[in-house]
């Protein structure tokens, strides 16, 4: 079975730091270009990150500097390193397998195409 599941989520104060975490069980993620997306409450889902299966990253203009995705093929899992958080970073945060057809920085909604974890809960709040 295909599963994605995200966690590292929490309450961070701005300024703060957080990793986030994408487990992957049931396929080798090794393959696929896994993305890191988010969405606050009322507003589309964003793309944040993508990494492509040669290792090359992209990013959302509003987080490029501040976060940084890598993958552990031999853990199965892709990492979003967060920094210098800020109130405006506060959303669910997603991971998916399909950042290939939904580039950082765009806004997305309705169905969506491949896999997706459940979500993990950021709030950046002093």
């Known amino acids: 079975q295909v599963q994605l599941v995200e966690s590292g989520g929490g309450l961070v104060q701005p300024g703060g730091s957080l990793r986030l975490s994408c487990a992957a069980s049931?396929?080798?993620?090794?393959?696929?270009?896994i993305g890191w997306f988010r969405q606050a409450p009322g507003k589309e889902r964003e793309g944040v990150s993508c990494i492509n299966s040669s290792d090359g990253s992209y990013y959302a203009d509003s987080v490029k500097g501040r976060f940084t995705i890598s993958r552990d093929n031999a853990k199965n899992t892709v990492y979003l390193q967060m920094n210098s958080l800020k109130p405006e970073d506060t959303g669910v945060y997603y991971c998916?397998?399909?950042?290939?057809?939904?580039?950082?920085?765009?806004?997305?909604?309705?169905?969506?195409?491949?896999?997706w974890g459940q979500g993990t809960q950021v709030t950046v709040s002093s």
């Open positions: 998916a397998t399909d950042c290939a057809h939904y580039p950082p920085g765009r806004y997305y909604s309705g169905r969506f195409t491949g896999y």
């Open positions: 049931g396929f080798a993620l090794d393959y696929y270009a």
